[in-house]
């Protein structure tokens, strides 16, 4: 502060983030609340009507304070001696929690989403060693070693109803699905589930063709909530916005044709050239001299609902021109120039060309299927409609930056999205829109007209700790384990603990908010060093301090 006191600066009153001699964020709580309003809409990283909040009448910029969750770019200019720029370099930055599982990886990370808009969702058949479907099979057994799978399943436990935030409990309370376990109950564990990833990879890297490749979800399948759409892979986990986990295109192709021209032959390995790369995917994977690895993308959760460092979603939502759509579903938030007269509207269809310049009907919202009620059949989910996520919706328009794609939204403005699933067309409107470019010209840096500064984590929770406490770990395995110090018990399953817990007992407790055996919101505040353990191996970290 320039030696200047800190009681001696004066914060205007629309700065303030905290009284403390009134104990209040941001003037908005009283002291008999029993926890901070952590929806970050209430919080200091914004402002808005909270907690009476219309997220589509009242959107959330950011204040553009630095602190320890916010996010930047950072531009540095080289002079000559007659002060005129000789080089330029950006860069974006992201300030985030610690990983705390730093040895392992999520399945699907923002280095997968980028790499999928630079090089596209498919791959090229003859030019995929085995050692990339590898890397995704080892990263999926590094994420699913920290989910206890009997408690994400919905089974039961020691007795007690599972009132835990998982996938079956969002299936029958989000879209009308009749609740029901994933898998039969009591008969997935975790050790099992590891096993079986370790399997799949020795497999591979003796060269055996990846087998499992039709057992795994494709991205338009999310709204699948069928006993077998809800098994397929990524099981029992959250994508975007509650729906289920999708690995990207590129990832799924990428595990298709690994291999299928050298089977039983592990010789054929990604090229060494001896070269240093200077090329675009060069730079997307580059990493500074110090840098550990978690300060890179590749260690950071991708287009998932939304990551514990950044809410990646933010960045689909200006994809074209004169639009902005809301990050987790088709409403558009704004429009301006011709087609300010879209706000307020609903984004169904984007019309893709094909390899024959054909357009292609890509829907972004579908209808949820599922048993019936009665348990007679299967069919439409009344009053559900999912939003598909927009990496994977988005994935083919890349490759036509600069070019307008027709696009089709509804020809009504409205709020709900549940009456979108049988519109007819002629009750529809298309229009014409520009896609942008994703990146700055020339390198691998985010398009700064797709999200400002600021945009990447205001939708975050602030402080940071609250998301530790409110959120369970189907979403980041990785980086928030949940199932820690994991090992064989007598009745042939697991015995662990739940990462969250005060002391370790191998019991492992169902996450419960009223359960004092579970660190609270005020331990993450005052202690989060001390009661959050890093893990290593899967289990807790005994050189810490």
């Not at 950072?74 to 007659?82: A, F, G, I, S, Y």
């Amino acid at each position: 502060m320039g030696g200047v006191a800190y009681s001696d600066v004066h914060i205007p009153e629309e700065r303030i983030v905290y009284d403390s001699e009134k104990g209040l964020w941001n003037g908005k709580y009283k002291d008999d609340q029993p926890t901070l309003n952590t929806l970050s809409q209430g919080l200091y990283a914004a402002y808005g009507k909270a907690p009476y909040f219309n997220y589509y009448d009242d959107p959330q910029p950011a204040r553009g304070y630095l602190d320890d969750a916010c996010d930047g770019i950072v531009t540095l200019e080289l002079l000559d001696d007659k002060n005129k720029i000789k080089f330029r370099a950006k860069a974006r930055f992201c300030s985030a929690p610690p990983i705390f599982a730093p040895d392992s990886e999520f399945v699907r990370t923002v280095q997968d989403d980028v790499m999928q808009v630079l090089l596209g969702p498919q791959v090229d058949p003859q030019q995929v060693p085995i050692e990339d479907a590898l890397d995704i099979v080892r990263r999926a057994y590094e994420t699913v070693r920290f989910m206890n799978v009997e408690v994400l399943n919905g089974d039961t436990i020691k007795g007690r109803p599972n009132h835990a935030d998982t996938m079956p409990a969002d299936d029958s309370s989000d879209y009308n699905r009749p609740y029901a376990p994933v898998m039969a109950p009591h008969s997935i564990d975790t050790l099992a589930i590891v096993g079986l990833h370790q399997q799949l990879y020795t497999a591979m890297s003796s060269g055996a063709a990846p087998w499992f490749y039709d057992a795994l979800r494709q991205p338009h399948e999310t709204a699948d909530l069928t006993d077998k759409g809800r098994r397929k892979m990524p099981a029992l986990m959250s994508g975007a916005d509650t729906n289920y986990l999708a690995l990207t295109h590129r990832q799924i192709d990428t595990i298709k044709h690994a291999g299928q021209n050298n089977l039983f032959d592990t010789s054929v390995k990604a090229p060494d050239t001896g070269l240093t790369p200077r090329n675009l995917t060069a730079q997307l994977q580059y990493r500074g001299r110090g840098n550990p690895f978690n300060t890179h993308i590749a260690s950071s959760v991708g287009n998932c609902c939304p990551g514990l460092e950044l809410d990646f979603r933010s960045v689909w939502k200006r994809a074209f021109e004169d639009i902005t759509l809301v990050e987790h579903d088709n409403y558009v938030l704004d429009a301006e120039g011709d087609h300010k007269d879209l706000q307020g509207h609903r984004l169904l269809v984007i019309e893709i060309p094909d390899e024959h310049g054909k357009p292609v009907d890509h829907p972004v919202v579908v209808q949820a299927i599922g048993p019936t009620a009665d348990g007679s059949g299967v069919g439409p989910l009344e009053d559900s409609i999912v939003n598909l996520e927009w990496s994977n919706t988005l994935a083919a328009i890349w490759k036509h930056k600069g070019e307008y794609l027709n696009c089709r939204f509804t020809k009504e403005k409205m709020l709900e999205k549940q009456v979108l699933a049988d519109i007819p067309k002629k009750q529809t409107i298309t229009r014409k829109l520009k896609v942008r470019d994703f990146f700055e010209q020339g390198t691998t840096v985010i398009n700064e007209a797709l999200a400002s500064p600021g945009e990447l984590t205001q939708g975050l929770c602030s402080p940071w700790q609250n998301d530790f406490r409110e959120c369970v770990c189907y979403y980041w395995a990785s980086s928030r384990p949940d199932y820690v110090n994991i090992e064989p018990a007598a009745d042939g399953g697991s015995r662990g603990d739940n990462w969250m817990t005060k002391k370790r007992s191998g019991q492992y407790v169902i996450d419960d908010y009223k359960d004092n055996r579970l660190i609270n919101y005020q331990d993450l505040f005052n202690d989060w060093e001390d009661v959050l353990k890093f893990q290593i191996g899967g289990k807790d970290d005994k050189n810490e301090g």
